[in-house]
């Protein structure tokens, strides 16, 4: 990207101008037949192209401005934003986001039934991801924070909290460990009857088994190093990737991993106590079983890390605790992105609609934003004004609504 590229040029390389041409299409579609159905409505016209990309600007806005709701913008009170609020009337945005749709009516073939109104955008941002970024050797497979913020939610009555339900998805994703890039994302659905729903899978090993499958089915043969937490982590999943040249590193938990076929000596504690830094090593071929002990036990599993090598925790009060190679590696690797979760996630949209499938699109925006702001930061753009991740997401929401002065507020 050159150095005059702007937030908008940077979110469109995941969120095109024929993916917004799609929204209005599908909009006007479904606010036809429901109207042919129910009436039609006094004041209502075809949304345009110029009016779908304020409408995401106005929803965007509240992962930099947090409200109770996004009709807070028109609002008199503590929540209203001026600025941007005289681009549309409150009564046209509500109008559009009553009928706003990605895909309008059912297709008639289709294995995902539950997420059909999705699914052709995840598709394409899945693919946009993968055609703008080539992440690092080390990857890591996880569930990101996307809950609400909790300090914003001590703000919010009963009232409030009452009407927020819980998620009906879980979201994982493949995440670069050296830029945070998300590479992959991976939904399903925690009810229902249809091929992504979860039921027919709930409680079983299985599972968190074939998400990592979907997330990991592009870097075959790359020779990519995979950190797991313990719901992925299993002897049978790492040999599998490893015939397809993807090797791992994953935190074991007897209670939450699939331990069939490790050892079950290496499982239980020993009646001997340990020395803080201590680890015992067992290995089949080229995977590794390691335990080590600090304020209790940890195991692992890894083809990526040789368990002869030496590497080292550094803790401020303990100082310097020894521990093989693999895992300094899992905490160095993982505690980057826990960093990065922290910071980021405190720009989601907080824009939280009733219907899954819009809060998997709003959670989808927010980390193609979060996407475009680490490219940013690794373009020429970045050196010529050094926005920070608030000041690019306010950038952002000006020139989707085509304001004039797009430059963040102080």
């Known amino acids: 990207m050159p150095a005059t590229a702007t937030a908008l040029d940077f979110f469109q390389l995941f969120v095109p101008d024929n993916c917004i041409q799609n929204m209005v299409t599908q909009t006007n579609m479904y606010a036809k037949k429901f109207?042919?159905?129910?009436?039609s409505e006094e004041g209502w016209c075809p949304v345009t192209a110029l009016e779908m990309k304020a409408f995401l600007g106005f929803v965007i806005s509240t992962s930099v401005h947090r409200c109770e709701s996004v009709l807070s913008i028109w609002s008199s009170g503590f929540f209203s934003n001026r600025s941007i609020a005289l681009k549309m009337s409150q009564s046209r945005f509500e109008k559009i986001l009553k009928y706003f749709h990605i895909v309008a009516f059912?297709?008639?073939?289709?294995s995902n039934q539950g997420l059909y109104k999705i699914q052709p955008f995840l598709d394409s941002l899945q693919q946009s991801f993968s055609c703008t970024f080539r992440p690092s050797q080390t990857q890591v497979l996880?569930?990101?924070?996307?809950?609400?913020d909790p300090v914003f939610i001590t703000t919010c009555t009963e009232r409030d909290l009452r009407k927020r339900k819980k998620r009906k998805f879980s979201l994982w994703v493949r995440q670069c460990t050296s830029t945070g890039f998300i590479c992959q994302i991976s939904v399903h659905l925690?009810?229902?009857?249809?091929?992504?729903?979860?039921?027919?899978?709930?409680?079983?090993?299985?599972?968190?088994?074939?998400?990592?499958?979907?997330?990991?089915?592009?870097?075959?043969g790359k020779n990519a190093v995979i950190f797991t937490g313990p719901s992925i982590t299993?002897?049978?999943?790492?040999?599998?990737?490893?015939?397809?040249?993807?090797y791992c590193c994953g935190l074991l938990s007897t209670?939450?991993?699939?331990?069939?076929?490790?050892?079950?000596?290496?499982?239980?504690?020993s009646s001997t106590p340990a020395q803080r830094g201590q680890s015992r090593v067992m290995m089949k071929g080229t995977m590794s079983l390691i335990s080590w002990y600090n304020k209790g036990h940890f195991r692992f599993i890894t083809n990526a890390y040789s368990p002869t090598k030496e590497g080292v925790i550094i803790k401020r009060k303990s100082g310097e605790i020894p521990c093989p190679l693999a895992v300094e590696a899992f905490a160095a690797h993982l505690s980057y992105i826990c960093k990065y979760d922290d910071k980021y996630s405190k720009y989601f949209i907080f824009h939280k609609p009733n219907k899954t499938w819009q809060q998997v699109f709003w959670l989808s925006i927010s980390i193609a934003i979060n996407n475009a702001y680490i490219l940013y930061k690794m373009s020429d753009a970045y050196a010529v004004k050094r926005y920070s991740r608030a000041q690019f997401g306010e950038r952002l929401v000006r020139e989707l609504l085509d304001l004039d002065d797009c430059s963040p507020t102080q």
Do not use: W, Y
């Not at 729903?197 to 997330?215: D, E, F, I």
């Not at 209670?255 to 079950?264: E, F």
């Open 234 to 246: 299993s002897l049978g999943l790492f040999s599998e990737f490893s015939k397809q040249d993807i």
């Open 106 to 110: 059912r297709p008639s073939q289709g």
């Open 35 to 39: 109207q042919e159905r129910f009436g």
């Open 142 to 148: 996880h569930e990101p924070l996307i809950d609400e």
């Open 190 to 220: 925690k009810e229902g009857q249809g091929a992504d729903g979860l039921a027919t899978l709930k409680n079983k090993p299985q599972l968190h088994s074939l998400v990592a499958k979907q997330l990991c089915q592009n870097i075959s």
């Open 255 to 269: 209670r939450k991993s699939d331990c069939t076929g490790l050892p079950q000596s290496m499982l239980v504690c």
